[in-house]
């Protein structure tokens, strides 16, 4: 006798199956007994009674069961179906006091208390939601950028220099050399562009920031792609756009009753605006009387107003801004030559956060080198990286999205550790 997943029981009904999983609820209802199993395509009904009721005096609950019986028609169970239990056999017995309430509607908890209780936590079905979302947002990157030409890379975490110049780098011992973890996979995927032209990676990154917010992490998973012969930045996020339009397309085919869990909305994308950085701040001084114009970036408050602005008028929920200030960007974003002290850069906001950073890059030498030595780096710490300039690089640009804040603001989670697995923050190294 086969064992059957929970969500295709309605295909059996009247034949004598077997489901298995978890114990997720046990209830009393009119002198009838109902098991409620969990696997993880959801959750069914099996009616007990007469004999079959005495074994489930000893399940308790998140005990791992395997329950035979026949599959009826039952209007008032989930998805319309129950198994009338014939046998239950108790595969593995819970030995300790579940520490959360997983089978409510909603974990009655913290999220202090939910992290420190991750293994379990992660059982609960609006928590799976959220890494099944998320699953779904890596496997549409990598298909995506599949379909446009990209080559897959899988890059160094162990590193020598940061990619940000040095700042906030998490050093490790590395026998008798002096080495970090991993910033970005920036300075790689650069190089392979004069490998493969168009690459991506799906890949952790590390900050040593000691931020303590709900926006920030000290170990993420990054999204990157970097691609060649561009004519100017606007192609980079054109294949942004694109990609999110794909995104949304896929979310709502593989993932709504996800999204319905959270109460949240997939959103619609028509076209991105696109907007200076001293246009955002006009339009911020303007509609909300905070002085802003001359700042070399957007503080929190500023992206979400906004992001509000534009919502309001009917322009999505997304925006990129760009041209930030030469000094507010990294060394190896382009300078824009015509436009002194500004950037061919751009960040993307998305439902009142930046969730994503871009632009083109330096592909000269000699317009590297002196970018170096004006910022005050040493040029030979990055010699490798140089390297690529004298050898013949082509015009090129790329951005990376953080998976755990795009996963987070597509939910409406008020927090990114709910998108982390296992967050790592500035006070938490467990589980």
């Known amino acids: 006798m086969p064992f059957i997943l929970t969500n295709d029981l309605n295909k059996h009904i009247g034949s004598e199956i077997r489901v298995r999983g978890w114990a997720h609820k046990i209830r009393k209802l009119g002198g009838m007994n109902f098991l409620m199993i969990r696997d993880r395509t959801g959750v069914a009904q099996a009616a007990i009674e007469g004999e079959v009721a005495e074994k489930i005096k000893g399940i308790g609950v998140e005990s791992v069961i395997s329950v035979r019986g026949k599959v009826v028609k039952e209007d008032r169970a989930p998805g319309g179906v129950e198994i009338k239990a014939a046998d239950i056999e108790i595969i593995s017995k819970v030995s300790d006091e579940i520490p959360l309430e997983i089978n409510k509607k909603d974990l009655p908890a913290n999220i202090e208390t939910v992290l420190e209780y991750r293994p379990i936590a992660l059982r609960h079905p609006k928590e799976q939601a959220i890494f099944k979302v998320q699953a779904e947002i890596a496997k549409s990157f990598s298909d995506f950028f599949k379909s446009e030409g990209f080559t897959q890379i899988f890059t160094p ?145 500023h992206e979400k107003m906004i992001c509000e602005y534009m919502q309001k008028q009917g322009k999505g929920d997304y925006v990129f801004v760009t041209h930030f200030p030469s000094k507010k960007k990294p060394f190896y974003i382009m300078d824009d030559p015509t436009n002194a002290g500004k950037s061919l850069s751009f960040d993307l906001l998305f439902r009142g956060i930046e969730i994503s950073s871009g632009g083109q890059r330096n592909h000269n030498y000699e317009v590297q080198v002196e970018k170096f030595k004006r910022m005050g780096y040493d040029p030979e710490s990055f010699k490798d990286y140089i390297s690529i300039f004298k050898y013949g690089m082509p015009p090129h640009g790329g951005w990376s999205i953080g998976l755990e804040r795009i996963t987070m603001k597509m939910l409406g989670l008020t927090n990114v550790r709910e998108a982390s697995l296992f967050p790592r923050d500035r006070h938490r190294l467990t589980p």
């Open 157 to 301: 975490k162990l590193v020598s220099a940061g990619a940000e110049g040095g700042a906030g780098l998490f050093r490790v011992d590395y026998f008798e050399q002096k080495a970090f973890l991993g910033q970005s996979p920036q300075l790689y995927k650069q190089i392979m562009v004069g490998v493969f032209e168009r690459v991506f990676e799906i890949g952790h990154v590390y900050r040593a920031e000691e931020h303590n917010t709900s926006r920030h992490l000290n170990e993420v998973v990054q999204m990157d792609i970097e691609m060649g012969f561009i004519k100017s930045q606007n192609e980079v996020m054109n294949m942004q756009e694109d990609f999110l339009k794909n995104l949304s397309q896929n979310l709502r085919q593989n993932c709504s009753k996800e999204f319905e869990l959270h109460g949240a909305s997939i959103p619609e994308i028509i076209k991105i605006p696109r907007l200076t950085l001293e246009e955002v701040q006009e339009i911020i001084e303007r509609e909300y009387k905070k002085e802003c114009h001359g700042l070399p970036d957007l503080d929190p408050e």
